[in-house]
């Protein structure tokens, strides 16, 4: 099995920076994609932000030019340095990974259970 642990959420002032981590760990045989999705609430979850195991990056533009994503493939972590925060990003933040175990044929995709990001206006 694959779990994911995501930290670094909390409480910020409009303004302000965060940065949340994701370490996947277990039987892990290789990560495809790595990215970010949110939900607030009453709201459907939303894609944040992508990295591909090749370093491509894509962004909902509502972020563009404040968050940046990244990747440490040796410690099976992706980060989101989080700036210029808004009201409006508060939500619960995901983890999303394609992994791929000993026993699958094919990358499955796994979630974290979340961590809250609160922006105080």
């Known amino acids: 099995q694959v779990r994911l642990v995501e930290s670094g959420g909390g409480l910020v002032q409009a303004g302000g920076s965060l940065r949340l981590s994701c370490v996947a760990s277990?039987?892990?045989?290789?990560?495809?994609?790595m990215g970010w999705y949110r939900q607030a609430p009453g709201k459907q979850r939303e894609l944040v932000a992508l990295?591909?195991?090749?370093?491509?990056?894509d962004y909902a533009d509502s972020v563009k030019g404040r968050f940046t994503i990244s990747r440490d493939n040796a410690k099976n972590t992706v980060y989101l340095q989080m700036t210029s925060l808004k009201p409006e990003d508060t939500a619960v933040y995901y983890c999303?990974?394609?992994?791929?175990?000993?026993?699958?044929?094919?990358?499955?995709?796994?979630w974290g259970q979340g961590t809250q990001v609160t922006v105080s206006s």
């Open positions: 277990g039987s892990i045989s290789a990560i495809n994609a």
């Open positions: 999303n990974v394609a992994a791929l175990t000993p026993r699958d044929m094919s990358y499955r995709a796994y």
């Open positions: 990295i591909t195991n090749g370093g491509s990056t």
